[in-house]
């Protein structure tokens, strides 16, 4: 008697193929997981430059004879930022400094420096 071919996978292409399969999703799963806490560093460091811009925008429309260093801490969301301005003189021109810190995942800072005359 002849047999007849029989078609289908075996048990061992089977597992192999399941095995790449979980490799390949572990994989993903990681690179899943990385590009959230880029998102999420990306979302505190524009609002660490949001914070910066609004205050030296603050500053520039500040009187040139009131402009102090002083610093605040605003909150955004669950993250304290701490923010510190520093006005320096140079002759009729005064340098505005921002520097906004924060430690959501590690230590991070911005810093924005403009110039006013008078």
Avoid: C
Wanted: cysteine-free; charged content about 15%.
């Amino acid at each position: 008697m002849k047999r007849k071919k029989q078609r289908g996978f075996t048990l061992i292409e089977v597992l192999i193929a399941l095995f790449i399969l979980s490799v390949v999703l572990l994989a993903l799963g990681a690179v899943v997981i990385s590009v959230m806490r880029a998102t999420a560093q990306s979302k505190e460091m524009a609002a660490a430059v949001t914070l910066a811009q609004d205050k030296i925008e603050s500053l520039k429309n500040s009187s040139f004879s009131s402009l102090t260093s002083a610093g605040d801490s605003p909150s955004l969301g669950n993250i304290a930022y701490n923010r510190q301005w520093t006005i320096s003189t140079a002759g009729n021109i005064k340098i505005i400094t921002v520097s906004v810190n924060w430690t959501g995942r590690g230590f991070h800072n911005v810093s924005i420096t403009t110039l006013r005359g008078e």
